[in-house]
């Protein structure tokens, strides 16, 4: 769990190629579909300019559907679920959970990750004006695109998204501290500090030498 701009999918991705666990985004299910101009990516567009979240039971109904495929041997890393209390339950019940992470990152510094974001409007590359910055002010690197923000990345939608994460995080933060082992890790730190953070705190192999180097 984590907030966007916490690096929630990088840290999801480095513990599945890892440790062999599939890696199961919800962000990236529905970025997939938007892209491919599907029904509900059309569905997802239009929540998400008014800089509201996904409803709770199209997230479900994705997951479940991917959860069915049952295709992970060493278990699974889930990212983006579940949003609500209902679902945790329904989660907990339906698998054998041996951790929630929990990244935390204070409000102000997402709003400050997230307002740094860029996109270029011509090949879709992802641009960071904090971490990874264009050559040229504006100016994509690959094709010359200008870069411009997403439409929901403005301080009034980020200001909706910061609330609905709050309010429906902390009744699932109660229900995973009552069942499940929660560790709650500052993402405040960079990337393999927070990799190795999470990896200490439950037991798992410590990043190998080739992985370590790239990160
Ligand atoms: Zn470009």
């Avoid at 599907?38 to 800089?51: D, E, F, N, P, Y």
């Avoid at 405040?188 to 790239?214: C, K, N, Y």
Wanted: charged letters at 25%.
């Amino acid at each position: 769990m984590g907030i966007q701009g916490s690096g929630k999918g990088t840290q999801a991705t480095l513990l599945a190629d890892d440790l062999d666990l599939e890696h199961i985004s919800v962000g990236d299910i529905f970025r997939w579909n938007v892209q491919h101009h599907t029904k509900l990516g059309a569905q997802v567009t239009r929540i998400m300019s008014s800089g509201h979240l996904v409803d709770d039971d199209l997230v479900e109904t994705v997951v479940r559907d991917r959860l069915a495929a049952h295709d992970w041997n060493f278990g699974f890393v889930v990212d983006g679920f579940p949003r609500n209390a209902r679902q945790a339950e329904f989660f907990l019940e339906s698998y054998d959970i041996d951790g929630v992470i929990n990244l935390h990152l204070p409000d102000e510094e997402v709003m400050r990750r997230v307002l740094a974001r860029r996109l270029c409007s011509q090949c879709g590359l992802d641009y960071n004006l904090i971490a990874h910055r264009p050559q040229q002010e504006g100016v994509c690197d690959m094709c010359a695109g200008a870069l411009v923000m997403r439409a929901d990345d403005n301080p009034e939608a980020l200001a909706v998204r910061l609330s609905d994460y709050h309010e429906q995080t902390r009744p699932l933060i109660e229900i995973f501290q009552r069942k499940e082992y929660v560790a709650t890790i500052d993402a405040t730190e960079p990337v393999v500090e927070v990799q190795d953070a999470i990896r200490r705190r439950f037991g798992l192999p410590m990043r190998s030498v080739e992985a370590a180097g790239t990160g």
